[in-house]
């Protein structure tokens, strides 16, 4: 069984930084495409970042320059590097990770900017 374990959330104070990380294990074997998501209570959950195993990246251009992802293939593992945070940043972050027809989704971690 596929999971997906996130870590790294917390709160910080405006234009401070965190990472964010993301290891998938059960059982995967080929990984296409590892991402992130962010959700805030009462809003969709929205795109932020993903990154191909190619090493391709795209972003959300609310957080591009800000963010970076990467990611770790040896250890099915991707990460990101947020800063210059502000308070809109705040929200449950989520993993994502496509491999072939399937889609898999961590638990969340909450990332929570403080002025």
């Known amino acids: 069984q596929v999971q997906l374990v996130e870590s790294g959330g917390g709160l910080v104070q405006a234009g401070g930084s965190l990472r964010l990380s993301c290891a998938a294990s059960?059982?995967?074997?080929?990984?296409?495409?590892m991402g992130w998501y962010r959700q805030t209570p009462g809003k969709q959950r929205e795109f932020v970042a993903k990154?191909?195993?190619?090493?391709?990246?795209n972003y959300a251009g609310s957080v591009k320059g800000r963010f970076t992802i990467s990611r770790d293939n040896t250890k099915n593992t991707v990460y990101l590097q947020i800063s210059s945070l502000k308070p809109d940043d705040t929200a449950v972050y989520y993993c994502?990770?496509?491999?072939?027809?399937?889609?898999?989704w961590g638990q969340g971690t909450q990332v929570t900017v403080s002025l």
């Open positions: 059960g059982g995967i074997f080929s990984i296409d495409v």
């Open positions: 990154i191909t195993n190619a090493g391709s990246t």
């Open positions: 994502n990770v496509v491999s072939g027809p399937r889609s898999y």
